[in-house]
């Protein structure tokens, strides 16, 4: 079974754009939520998506948004990009929209020059 | 600002030496789960505790709670080189539907 799929990989931005991440959750998995992690830090949690409603929104600007569609993918997008949003994106994915119970997928590594 | 502080931040030790990585705070959390995470790899949960004062055991691994429910330890008995890796504590909290992690411990299993 695939787990939790996320694209691109690697991705290299310049201040000001705008970029979208993508994330395929483990088949069956109806929550799907989004992290960012900042090189020697632990993952800070950004948005949580279950049955495409957002249930919770970590202390992030308003520049970072994020949907789900009807097979339970998700994208985050994040506007007008700055230097410190360069960190590995997270997705996780579990069956119901609890605080446990996550598969993580590899991550999207974010530079922001 | 991280709820879930973690100590040490860095350890190298010899293979076969035994560690202890602490996960501490002054909130209380309804689960407390360990991950380790290799280097442009995402956490891998390797045991999740719900109970104050549990105790879980993965072969050389050791995972405890506090009894508050506001700690838990990590214990790794003879280390092997395959357990280099960061390692991150995560809680959980009723009401909110997200991880809180830790600071994380990086290990280095030297041969």
């Known amino acids: 079974d695939a787990g939790v799929t996320q694209s691109p990989t690697h991705l290299i931005k310049t201040r000001g754009q705008h970029v979208t991440l993508r994330c395929s959750p483990i088949?069956?998995?109806?929550?799907v939520s989004w992290y960012q992690q900042v090189l020697g830090q632990g993952p800070q949690f950004i948005f949580q998506?279950?049955?495409?409603?957002?249930?919770g929104r970590g202390n992030f600007p308003d520049r970072f948004s994020a949907r789900q569609f009807p097979n339970y993918s998700s994208e985050l997008n994040v506007n007008a990009l700055l230097l410190g949003d360069s960190a590995l994106y997270l997705c996780?994915?579990?069956?119901?929209?609890?605080?446990?119970?996550?598969?993580f997928g590899s991550g999207t590594r974010l530079t922001v020059v | 600002t991280q709820l879930l502080e973690q100590s040490p931040q860095f350890l190298s030790i010899q293979e076969g030496e035994n560690l202890t990585v602490y996960c501490n705070s002054s909130s209380v959390f309804s689960s407390l789960q360990w991950y380790r995470q290799e280097p442009g790899e995402g956490p891998v949960l390797l045991v999740t505790?719900?109970?104050?004062?549990e105790v879980k055991k993965l072969k050389r691994l050791t995972f405890q709670f506090g009894d508050a429910r506001k700690d838990s330890s990590l214990h790794i008995t003879a280390a092997q080189t395959g357990d280099t890796g960061l390692y991150l504590c995560a809680g959980d909290q009723t009401g909110a539907n997200n991880l809180f992690f830790g600071t994380g411990t990086r290990l280095t299993v030297i041969p």
């Open positions: 998506y279950y049955e495409k409603e957002e249930r």
């Open positions: 996780a994915s579990s069956l119901v929209a609890v605080g446990y119970g996550y598969t």
């Open positions: 505790v719900v109970t104050g004062g």
């Open positions: 088949s069956g998995h109806k929550s």
